[in-house]
């Protein structure tokens, strides 16, 4: 039986009726159209599809659409002010962290997220604070200094 | 890939998840942050006709300060724990634990209610709760009771809460002034331990006062490495730390798989051991 969802999708309110059994990831590509957050591997290790929900990131693919009820989601098209870029999707257009492309929505995400609680974060604690995601063409090593860079975009001092 | 059909309900209180468990039968299963449950679905690994989301109950949420212990909420996120001040001062190994499992994200949604009760032999948790003496509280149609962690932990990913009950909290003993360490030993950065030991101890000048040491993936459920324990009152050199831990995987059954025999498994028991206890000493 279908149960009703009132979330709030990168500023606009969404009201719908969804199956249980529907993930987060599938009702904001399928339904919403919002296909920046991509599916990668299917078993919670890549983090491709992390968004962040009430300001935390999450994968989108291990919860429930039923249970973003009341919540509010920021996917990577809703982190640009107008035509301006959110300073780690700045950063790593300018540091080239990526590749194929295709992890750096949840790569940019799970930054946001990591900037948020440590602005400074050390190198260490960048690969640490990154490895819920996976990137398999870059040898991390542009993305560590694309997050950098973004600290030192954010105020950070590295 | 899409999960199976289930109903879904939301209770707000524990009366209302231990009625809807009731009411869904066998095939029920209590959703908590999800982080285990999800991939199963997902891999149609289980098929439940009815999820109880239990993120929602208020009561599930605290982490309190009850005098010898600190109380923590079924569904309080490994995240919270990992950050909470009582935690952090009073029950050390656990955040360091805590701070291990999974990844950011992971950690954000997934309860450490969620993991004890879910009982992974390779889960990180439940050895450090058997280490640090928890007790469990468990609500069901009778009422609640409270299991001991030596009891909780039955079989593989099998505990003490039965189909119709809920875990409500987990009380850990206060262990204030202990130094504490976890170890484990993986092949990459997210995978589960091939074994893990905890270890937390309480120093008199620069001798072992006091050791309680705990050990992941050494059987199907964790195991107190007792012998350990007693073999490291009173010692204060890394070669007594040595001659202790060459007790570690004593009375153990570990499995063998893919990625270890059970020889092996008992060389890392003692190996990480060693290390955990002299970090957590000082040592």
């Known amino acids: 039986m279908p149960h009703h969802i009132s979330v709030t999708v990168d500023g606009t309110s969404y009201e719908a009726d969804v199956e249980p059994r529907q993930l987060l990831v599938h009702w904001l590509r399928d339904d919403l159209g919002r296909v920046g957050t991509v599916v990668g591997c299917d078993t919670s290790n890549c983090g491709a599809c992390t968004v962040l929900m009430d300001g935390r990131s999450i994968k989108s693919c291990s919860v429930l659409a039923v249970q973003a009820d009341g919540s509010e989601i920021t996917t990577i098209q809703g982190l640009a002010t107008g035509d301006e870029w959110h300073p780690v999707q700045a950063a790593f257009k300018e540091c080239h962290g990526l590749q194929c492309g295709y992890c750096t929505p949840g790569m940019v995400l799970a930054t946001v997220d990591l900037l948020a609680e440590n602005p400074n974060p050390t190198e260490e604690e960048i690969r640490d604070g990154l490895h819920g995601n996976l990137c398999r063409c870059t040898g991390y090593n542009n993305i560590v200094k694309s997050v950098q860079h973004a600290a030192g975009l954010m105020g950070g001092t590295k | 890939m899409i999960p199976a059909a289930f109903d879904y309900v939301r209770p707000s209180t524990v009366d209302e998840a231990v009625a809807a468990l009731v009411a869904g039968g066998e095939d029920a299963k209590v959703l908590g942050g999800g982080q285990s449950l999800m991939p ?244």
């Open chain 2, 40 to 283: 199963v679905l997902r891999l149609r690994m289980g098929a439940p006709s009815v999820l109880v989301d239990c993120s929602r109950i208020d009561e599930l949420k605290g982490i309190s300060d009850a005098g010898g212990a600190i109380v923590i909420g079924a569904g309080v996120t490994h995240d919270d724990v990992e950050k909470s001040a009582l935690v952090r001062e009073h029950v050390a190994l656990l955040a360091k634990v805590t701070a291990t499992v999974a990844d950011r994200q992971i950690r954000h949604r997934g309860t450490l209610g969620g993991a004890l009760a879910h009982a992974d032999p390779a889960g990180d948790q439940p050895g450090t709760a058997l280490a640090l003496g928890a007790t469990f509280t468990i609500a069901g149609p009778a009422g609640r009771r409270t299991v001991p962690a030596s009891e909780f932990f039955v079989d593989y990913f099998t505990t003490a809460v039965g189909p119709d009950e809920v875990l409500v909290s987990v009380s850990f003993p206060k262990h204030a002034g202990w130094g504490a360490h976890y170890e484990r030993f993986n092949r990459t950065a997210q995978a589960w331990a091939i074994v893990g030991a905890a270890a937390t101890v309480r120093m008199d000048g620069g001798t072992i006062a006091e050791a309680r040491v705990a050990l992941t993936n050494m059987g199907p459920s964790p195991v107190r490495a007792t012998t350990v324990e007693a073999a490291l009152v009173g010692v204060s050199t890394l070669a007594g730390i040595a001659a202790a831990a060459a007790h570690a995987a004593d009375g153990t059954r570990p499995t063998g798989d893919i990625h270890a025999d059970p020889e092996y498994r008992e060389h890392l028991a003692r190996v990480l051991t060693r290390r955990a206890v002299a970090a957590a000493a000082g040592i």
